[in-house]
């Protein structure tokens, strides 16, 4: 199983450029979430999802927007790049209660 | 009142040595806490984890304590190994928030040969 798959790795963008981050899972979970990890901050909840079509905002949503069109992909796009999107984003996927959340590389993404 | 607190920041210790992990909790409606274990370029993998009707649960070399009434928890690792170096995160979640985690700042630790 390769789990969560997120890609790109490493992107660079520049101030008002937009991009979408991919995310897959093969787990057939239903629960997805969008992450970004700042140094000394932990990780910060962007969106989720508990099942396809539907999702829900997180502690920090502004700038970005999700889709969920189906159970395996869970899309976070910035529409408008900003220097504080720089950060580290990671998907997570899980199957319910008492269960972990199993989470993807990440993707490293700076804004110059 | 949907804060962790996690202390320290960092933790060096010797190979053998304990690494105890603290983090601190306000909303009592918590009732899942699990521990994170992250290497350097990788995702965040659970560890451990532990729900607030036990005050201790044990996985090999590493203990979750729990004190309900302080509204803390800690993580203990036994015999720290140099593989044992990475950064760990507590969490918490509340019933019926779609399994949302909270997660505190992270603790880098460090277990010198």
């Known amino acids: 199983n390769a789990g969560v798959t997120q890609t790109p790795k490493f992107r660079i963008l520049k101030i008002g450029q937009s991009m979408t981050l991919q995310c897959t899972q093969d787990m057939n979970h239903n629960y997805m979430y969008w992450y970004r990890q700042d140094p000394g901050m932990g990780l910060k909840l962007i969106y989720y999802s508990v099942g396809a079509g539907i999702t829900d905002k997180g502690e920090v949503p502004n700038g970005y927007n999700v889709s969920r069109s189906t159970t395996e992909d869970f899309p976070l796009r910035l529409e408008l790049a900003a220097p504080s999107q720089t950060s580290v984003y990671f998907c997570a996927s899980m199957d319910g209660s008492n269960q972990p959340q199993h989470f993807g590389d990440g993707t490293r993404l700076s804004i110059l | 009142q949907q804060q962790v607190k996690q202390s320290p920041q960092s933790l060096i210790v010797q190979k053998g040595g304990i690494s105890i992990i603290n983090c601190a909790y306000e909303?009592?409606?918590?009732?899942?806490f699990p521990w994170y274990q992250q290497f350097p370029g990788k995702g965040p993998a659970l560890l451990i984890a532990?729900?607030?009707?036990?005050s201790e649960k044990k996985e090999g070399r590493f203990t979750i304590s729990f004190n309900k009434s302080a509204k803390q928890f800690s993580l203990h690792i036994m015999d720290s190994q140099p593989g044992d170096s990475a950064t760990y995160f507590c969490?918490?979640?509340?019933?019926?928030?779609?399994?949302?985690?909270?997660f505190g700042s992270g603790t880098r630790l460090l277990v010198r040969p």
């Open positions: 969490a918490a979640s509340i019933p019926g928030s779609s399994y949302k985690l909270i």
């Open positions: 532990i729900r607030p009707d036990v």
């Open positions: 909303n009592t409606a918590f009732d899942y």
